[in-house]
């Protein structure tokens, strides 16, 4: 995570800009807040990147269990997808996937639902990892349906033939 000049918190992968980190914290707001406002860790709820209190939130909303998607990495990933360097952007995919699993979800396995993100960029890999995520109890992922960058359409070229079968 990086402070840009203006004073807003961002996270950034190589040269690419993540999502925007206040959209992702609405929680406890109404509608008519629902906004880009909070662009600093500071301005939002703790439950928005703390599991412990995201968990405490929960309770008292009367919400037994939640399923967590990704924020500034793009719902599908989008933002670990695109980097130069495929070898570089699984590792990273991974790295995220293991945090998301093992960390934040297990923190609380009772409460939340892991939802991992795939290499979009290779079926093959793509299929591998939704294996590697079911042998840590993890059972749903997320891409997207129609893909707008170049990487993810091979994905959704070779899902049927590459993905499917292997799984």
Known sequence: ????????????YGELRGRNLGLNAVAGKSSEYFNVDASRYEEMR??????????????????????NFPNWTGFSGQVLNQGPDRAVNEIMIQAYNDWHVDEWCGAYPDRFIPCGILPLFDPELAAKEIRRLAAKGCHAVTFRRIPKHSACQAFIRGLGSALCRRL
């Open 1 to 12: 995570m990086v402070e840009e000049e203006s004073g807003v918190q961002q996270w950034w």
């Open 46 to 67: 703790p439950g928005c990147y703390d599991v412990h209190e995201r968990v405490r939130d929960m309770n008292a909303g009367g919400q037994l269990a939640g399923l």
